[in-house]
């Protein structure tokens, strides 16, 4: 058989397996304990971890590792993965760099040692390591945007804007290291040690960078000044069937390259980023999909060790709403109101649009807009707005490997003075095991 035939037939092959209807099985990564949204260890791991339909290439090109975490979950309550995701951008104008290649590593695992079901409560050790870097460009994608600062600082394309999140040049970091606890038949939930803020922060079903929306505009919202990875505490509680609060106390200088310090500045510095939420969903098992919620945030200022002030106190508020309809469609509109202090990157964020789902083969459409006022604590002051729009689709060639091209748009750039618009393709790749 030629090259081109042996090539065309595993590509149908592998196409074929995603359209296969899976036998109704029970994973026992079920049973994971889950309270941080669609980007958090337990409900990644259940989403990779579902049976796989018979013929999955990923799959078969692995005897014996899906049936082993399998195994390790029954018998321990132990849940464990390796993740790797790369993306790839190129933008057709910009002041500096106008490309930048990254990958990640992601190594999850969550551990149950506490599980009485007849009472609804457990205990769950949580943890996470990953990997971030750039792969043969002077950027990684997280920095194509703004550029980096300080010596040796590398212009990009000139807007207020994270265009490809997550994928940053940080090495290795601990994003989790935490106990999570459930009682009440999981009606109260809280979680304790270092945690990626962007798991229970201002949630819905399309947050998640490595699956999802790639433009921080239509993640995590940018007018909030959310602090990276660090010590504290979330805490949830549902007042009924439907509604719910969400509070967290954490550090607001978090350092997931040195967790450690993060830990003793939560409890000497006390400078400290707190918010709450208020909520509606439908049911708990439909939280990020049918969602309606409000944000109060509070960021204090930081300091240095000689005291010197290095980000500015902020506050603000974000509204979101978002609808699964016919579990297929899903519209969105997202508002963030702040000061632009904390480090938010904006002051006003307006974004809305909509993901379309197919559930027997897992691929995503999406398309959204966005209009954004750049913090002038943060940045700069008197920048003009920018305006954004993302489009992407999600093939799912397994299971277990997703292929991701992305276009984005932004117009009037704030920090690029000689380009109106800017347009950014991207494709992402990820692998989970």
């Known amino acids: 058989m030629s090259t081109k035939k042996i090539l065309i037939s595993f590509v149908?092959?592998?196409?074929?397996?995603?359209?296969?209807?899976?036998?109704e099985e029970k994973s026992?990564?079920?049973d994971i304990p889950e309270f941080g949204g669609p980007g958090s260890v337990g409900v990644d791991l259940k989403e990779e971890n579902k049976p796989a339909p018979t013929g999955d290439f990923i799959k078969d090109l692995m005897p014996g590792w899906f049936e082993a975490k399998e195994r390790a979950m029954n018998d321990y309550g132990l849940g464990y993965g390796i993740n790797y995701s790369t993306l790839y951008q190129k933008a057709?104008?910009?002041?500096?760099?106008?490309?930048?290649?990254?990958?990640?590593?992601?190594?999850?695992?969550s551990w149950t040692v506490m599980n009485n079901k007849d009472k609804g409560s457990s205990g769950t050790f949580v943890f996470k390591l990953e990997n971030r870097h750039k792969i043969a460009t002077d950027l990684a994608p997280q920095d194509l945007g703004l550029g980096t600062f300080g010596p040796g600082g590398v212009a990009g394309l000139g807007a207020v804007?994270?265009?490809g999140t997550q994928f940053s040049d940080k090495g290795w970091i601990l994003t989790n290291l935490y106990w999570q606890h459930k009682t009440r038949d999981g009606k109260l939930n809280y979680v304790?040690?270092?945690?990626?803020?962007?798991?229970?922060?201002?949630?819905?079903?399309?947050?998640?960078p490595q699956t999802a929306f790639m433009?921080?505009?239509?993640?995590?919202?940018?007018?909030?000044?959310?602090?990276?990875?660090?010590?504290?505490?979330?805490?949830?509680?549902?007042?009924?069937?439907n509604f719910y609060v969400v509070a967290g106390l954490m550090d607001a200088g978090g350092s997931p390259d040195k967790p450690g310090e993060s830990l003793s500045d939560f409890f000497d510095k006390n400078e400290y980023f707190k918010h709450i939420e208020i909520g509606y969903t439908t049911t708990f098992e439909r939280r990020y999909f049918d969602n309606i919620h409000f944000v109060y945030w509070?960021?204090?200022a930081q300091t240095n060790d000689q005291g010197a002030v290095?980000?500015?106190?902020?506050?603000?508020?974000?509204?979101?709403?978002?609808?699964?309809f016919q579990d297929k469609y899903m519209p969105f509109l997202r508002y963030g109101d702040s000061d632009g202090g904390g480090g938010a990157l904006n002051e006003k964020v307006l974004s809305v649009g909509f993901g379309i789902y197919d559930w027997d083969s897992g691929e995503l459409f999406s398309i959204g807009l966005s209009k954004s006022t750049p913090s002038s604590l943060t940045i700069a002051p008197g920048l003009n707005d920018q305006y954004t729009a993302e489009v992407f689709y999600r093939f799912m060639l397994s299971k277990h490997f997703a292929i991701t091209p992305d276009l984005q748009y932004i117009k009037d750039p704030a920090l690029n003075p000689n380009d109106s618009s800017i347009w950014i393709a991207g494709i992402r790749a990820r692998l989970t095991l």
Do not use: C, R
């Open 298 to 300: 509070e960021s204090d």
């Open 192 to 208: 304790v040690g270092q945690i990626d803020n962007t798991d229970f922060l201002d949630l819905y079903g399309l947050i998640n």
């Open 92 to 109: 057709n104008n910009s002041v500096g760099e106008d490309q930048a290649w990254g990958g990640m590593l992601q190594l999850p695992a």
């Open 161 to 163: 804007s994270i265009v």
């Open 28 to 30: 026992a990564y079920d």
């Open 215 to 241: 433009n921080l505009n239509f993640s995590t919202n940018p007018s909030i000044g959310i602090p990276d990875q660090g010590f504290g505490g979330y805490g949830g509680i549902a007042l009924s069937d």
């Open 310 to 324: 290095t980000e500015a106190k902020g506050s603000g508020w974000t509204f979101s709403a978002a609808h699964f």
């Open 12 to 23: 149908l092959g592998a196409s074929i397996a995603v359209f296969e209807s899976a036998a």
